[in-house]
């Protein structure tokens, strides 16, 4: 068996002692360091006191949140992980880096981050409009694997949006933005796995006029006399003062690695100290309605409680404002304990069923940070294929979370523009069939649900399943069933096989059904075979996602 399944299975298994005997071996202690202050209180940083956890009726409620994912890999638009993959040689980003800026070892990330002004910027104005196509919460990003905080950051004081680049709060600017609108805000934390995934930067070319010349990952304060950064170490933006991890020319192996095994060389102390130092600090600051780890269940883990520790902090912060819980946090790779303890996030896919416990998936529009060709190509998703996955999703007792990509200055594209509009006005009419929705006894009918496509890690596995006219969605209130058509039946009719007389999915009577965009009444029969409906003349606004109320 892999180290990283064994690792996987421990899960919640593991111990304090456990995780003290795995420290040691990878180096690590727990000595007293500097730590910023953390909120006492019902919540202890262990699996188990976290799993007195209950998602609170507002997210449950909510559904729909979109996120600003959105920091200075935007800047070259060139798409996700550019800081790691510009420093892989002959990869498209190196070669478009090399075009550019010119060669990783003259102009690295850092000086990307220097070209970075934001200087398009409107915070309230793109929150306003995110609300008002039917997001009830937002997030942005407070830092990424890039490892620059997007505020004014106590522990990475030298390297975040403030001191370099933009010189702006961003996280200030989004956060107040937010309650300008009455959103519930979040931010998304990234940075711990920098360690790891920066250490491209400490190769060099191996063919070529550059052979052999190291990029810029290892340079230090004395080496910036006479640069823009000249007084600012570049070792606390990629913290590359360490050996190699094993394997690491291998571009792949970092996926292998991201739980903290199969050869990583091990996260100091310090490292690790200062990330829960970063992100508590953002949390006392900012205080984020929700956190977002892009972590196999949370940082660090399994070989530090860090990230034990920050939940705790924030699920104990959350009680002593409010006076009861409201904060959310996001993880993912959970196993069924740990979805107790915290909210289950899959990257880029949903589930296929219903699941016992609240979960959210997050996707994109395009690619995770902003890329130049997806809008020259016009690959962004349809409005159909979002609304299509929010439906279901929220069939399944989800809740469904959409990054829109904003471009380097800060502004987003016209056609993004669109695709927000079209979801703007699917939501005026058809939102009551989302929001305060609780799962139905079966999510839905119809061949897509027998034909969807497995998880793979994370998630990553959106955009396999096909919906065709037959294939129906659900979702209840107390006084009221949606049965949602995720495509337009030309024949205007359509059978919902669930709702069969005598069906012990539904044995109430049916008194009426209704097309919720405009309220009209439809004709519909109780058959044996389905409950049949009889749709209006007219083509609808929207040839996908036409939702029924049944009464």
């Not at 993959?85 to 060669?103: A, D, P, R, T, V």
Request: proline share 5%; hydrophobic share 35%.
């Amino acid at each position: 068996m892999k180290r990283r399944t064994i690792i996987k299975q421990m899960g919640m298994a593991l111990s304090a002692a456990a995780i003290t005997d795995l420290s040691r071996a990878a180096g690590l202690t727990f000595s007293a360091v500097e730590r910023e202050k953390i909120i006492n209180g019902p919540f202890k940083p262990t699996w188990e006191s976290l799993q007195a956890y209950k998602v609170p009726d507002w997210f449950r409620n909510a559904k729909f949140g979109i996120w600003a994912h959105w920091g200075p890999q935007c800047q070259p638009e060139a798409g996700d992980w550019y800081a790691r993959e510009m420093y892989e040689e002959g990869s498209y980003k190196y070669n478009f880096h090399l075009k550019k800026y010119g060669h990783p070892s003259k102009f690295g990330f850092k000086d990307v981050i220097n070209e970075w002004k934001a200087d398009k910027w409107d915070p309230e104005e793109l929150v306003a409009l995110y609300k008002n196509a039917g997001a009830k919460y937002f997030f942005a990003m407070a830092n990424h694997h890039d490892n620059l905080d997007l505020y004014r950051s106590k522990y990475q004081k030298n390297w975040n949006s403030l001191k370099v680049g933009p010189k702006k709060d961003i996280i200030g600017g989004w956060a107040k933005a937010a309650k300008n609108n009455g959103l519930p805000f979040g931010c998304s934390v990234h940075a711990a796995h920098a360690w790891r995934w920066f250490e491209t930067a400490q190769r060099h070319d191996k063919k070529g006029e550059y052979a052999g010349i190291p990029y810029d990952g290892n340079i230090t304060r004395k080496n910036g006399k006479g640069k823009w950064w000249e007084g600012l170490d570049p070792q606390e933006l990629y913290a590359q003062n360490h050996p190699l991890s094993k394997d690491s020319w291998d571009n792949g192996s970092i996926h292998r690695q991201w739980h903290w095994g199969e050869g990583v060389y091990p996260p100091s102390k310090e490292y690790i100290e200062k990330f829960v130092n970063r992100t508590i600090d953002l949390i006392n600051k900012y205080e984020p309605d929700l956190l977002y780890f892009d972590d196999s269940q949370l940082p660090f883990w399994p070989i530090s409680d860090a990230g034990l520790r920050i939940a705790a902090h924030h699920y104990n912060k959350s009680i002593k404002k409010h006076g009861e819980l409201r904060a959310i946090l996001n993880g993912k790779i959970l196993n069924e304990e740990q979805r107790k303890a915290m909210v289950w996030d899959i990257e880029r896919g949903q589930a296929s069923n219903i699941m016992p416990y609240v979960w959210q998936t997050d996707t994109c529009l395009g690619s995770w940070h902003y890329e130049r060709l997806v809008y020259e190509k016009n690959r962004y998703k349809t409005p159909e294929m979002v609304i299509q996955t929010l439906v279901d999703v929220v069939s399944k007792n989800g809740n469904y979370l959409l990054n829109v990509p904003v471009r380097g200055d800060g502004s987003i594209d016209e056609l993004e523009r669109k695709i927000v509009a079209d979801i703007t006005a699917w939501m005026k009419v058809n939102s009551e069939s989302i929001y305060d929705t609780r799962p139905w006894n079966v999510y839905g009918e119809g061949p897509s649900t027998e034909n969807q496509a497995a998880l793979m890690g994370q998630g990553f596995n959106e955009g396999k399943t096909r919906f065709s006219s037959v294939d129906i969605r659900f979702n209840s209130k107390p006084q009221a069933l949606y049965a949602t058509i995720m495509k337009w039946p030309e024949e205007r009719t359509v059978l919902i096989r669930s709702l069969a007389a005598g069906s012990s999915l539904y044995p109430k009577e049916i008194n009426g059904v209704s097309w919720l965009e405009s309220g009209a009444d439809l004709k519909f029969e109780r058959r044996t075979d389905g409950l049949l409906v009889t749709l209006p003349n007219n083509r609808p606004q929207f040839t996908y996602a036409n939702v029924l109320k049944i009464v």
